[in-house]
């Protein structure tokens, strides 16, 4: 049996990362990103730590249990940390961590991307579903 080197064996562990396999590990990650949450408050703290509250007022439909599933995710995952302060009130702050600051600008992009693309979108919808009435009478 041959012997071989830990980057021969880092290599070959990248290589087993493929996202279009069913049981490749990165399919994990790429659910977590790709939820709408996440990516609404990765896009928030992009600025700067921020408070529960303020998360809660700046995404806007975002419910207080589904705010705090997804920070406790985004924090389990290490994109986010939690900071909290003893005071009276207590106050707790959100920011990206190193990680999660890696992963922001393509969360940014995918971001304004939608926000300038979604009347195309709208458009297409349209075109569709006319065609898709059409043909159905």
């Known amino acids: 049996m041959a012997t071989r080197t830990a980057a021969q064996r880092r290599e070959e562990a990248r290589a087993a990362y493929d996202a279009y396999l069913a049981a490749c590990p990165a399919r994990e990650l790429l659910d977590t990103i790709s939820d709408k949450w996440v990516s609404l408050i990765l896009n928030a703290l992009a600025d700067g730590p921020l408070r529960y509250s303020d998360l809660g007022r700046i995404i806007a439909g975002v419910s207080q249990k ?68 059409e043909s159905q009478s």
Do not use: C
């Open 66 to 133: 589904m705010l705090t599933q997804t920070l406790r995710g985004l924090e389990r995952d290490g994109l986010v940390s939690r900071t909290v302060t003893p005071s009276v009130p207590v106050r707790v702050d959100y920011a990206l961590t190193d990680l999660g600051r890696d992963l922001q600008p393509v969360m940014r992009a995918i971001k304004l991307w939608a926000e300038s693309h979604i009347e195309q979108v709208h458009d297409a919808r349209e075109s569709y579903d006319r065609r898709s009435r």
